[in-house]
């Protein structure tokens, strides 16, 4: 995360802040709040502390609300005080983290609350912007989501072309446990497979050695078909097509998963901003 701030303060002023640098002088000093603007869940408080940190370690941060609190219009995050310049320098990088992590957090609890009471839970995908995806993570987590894998390496998952390079279901399914047997044994890596249609999910129930079975762009009766005939003997994961408007349908169907990729790449972000305490 540091090296993140790092970079992307390096992106934004460049060498220099001409505006603040021509129009502050060198030693005013002045507060700041950030200010709620929309309902929400509230993500990117540590974050924009950091930040701050980061640019000038004298500004003082003081937090009002901390990560995961419900916020409303007229609500305070967190107040910031020191160098005019240096705040103003952080604002808007400040700003794009917690706005963008409070957007993911907020559809992630709304998506959650809808599916309450159903057993199943809410996951996100790796469709997540690249170098920020433990920040957008981590911001489905406080919403009350949960992280599907952080990347290719702490899970197999085996997909649709996986499936079709290998040659089939039963090939993909033996290859993972060859190579799993011969580069690391003792890794305890969960396995899951993406299926299609009903002849593929009884290719993977004859064939066994999986953890979870992903029905991808399964009808709401046919994943419920299919989560019948899995029977609990894995974890079923239900993937592809789902939004605001039907995942209860989904959730009802006994699915243990519902992967939701928009929550991280098709999202709005709450609106804040940071204002100067006169």
Do not use: C, W
């Not at 974050?47 to 901390?66: G, K, S, Y």
């Not at 011969?182 to 002849?199: C, H, P, Q, S, Y």
């Not at 990729?261 to 709450?270: D, F, M, R």
């Amino acid at each position: 995360m540091e090296e993140i701030i790092r970079k992307a303060l390096e992106e934004d002023i460049g060498n220099g802040d001409h505006t603040s640098l021509a129009t502050i002088p060198q030693n005013a000093t002045g507060k700041s709040k950030l200010l709620i603007k929309e309902n929400g869940v509230l993500a990117g408080v540590e974050i924009a502390r950091m930040v701050f940190r980061q640019l000038d370690p004298n500004l003082h941060f003081e937090i009002v609300l901390v990560d995961g609190n419900l916020v409303k219009p007229g609500d305070i995050a967190f107040y910031v005080s020191g160098s005019s310049r240096s705040i103003l320098s952080g604002e808007r990088l400040a700003l794009n983290f917690m706005q963008r992590m409070s957007g993911i957090a907020t559809a992630t609890a709304k998506m959650v609350g809808m599916i309450e009471g159903t057993g199943a839970k809410i996951l996100d995908t790796r469709k997540t912007t690249p170098l920020l995806r433990e920040i957008e993570k981590s911001a489905v987590r406080l919403g009350g989501g949960e992280n599907h894998r952080m990347g290719l390496y702490d899970m197999i998952m085996i997909k649709d072309n996986h499936v079709d390079f290998a040659g089939g279901i039963r090939q993909a399914i033996e290859a993972v446990h060859e190579y799993l047997r011969l580069n690391f044994e003792g890794l305890k890596l969960k396995i899951e497979i993406e299926v299609r249609n009903f002849d593929e999910l009884q290719q993977v129930i004859g064939t066994g050695g999986v953890d979870r079975i992903m029905l991808d762009n399964f009808p709401v009766p046919d994943l419920a078909a299919a989560v019948k005939l899995i029977d609990g003997k894995y974890e079923t994961e239900a993937s592809g097509g789902i939004n605001i408007n039907n995942i209860r349908q989904y959730a009802e169907t006994g699915v243990d998963y519902i992967s939701v990729g928009a929550l991280t790449h098709h999202i709005k972000s709450l609106d804040m901003s940071l204002k100067a305490v006169l």
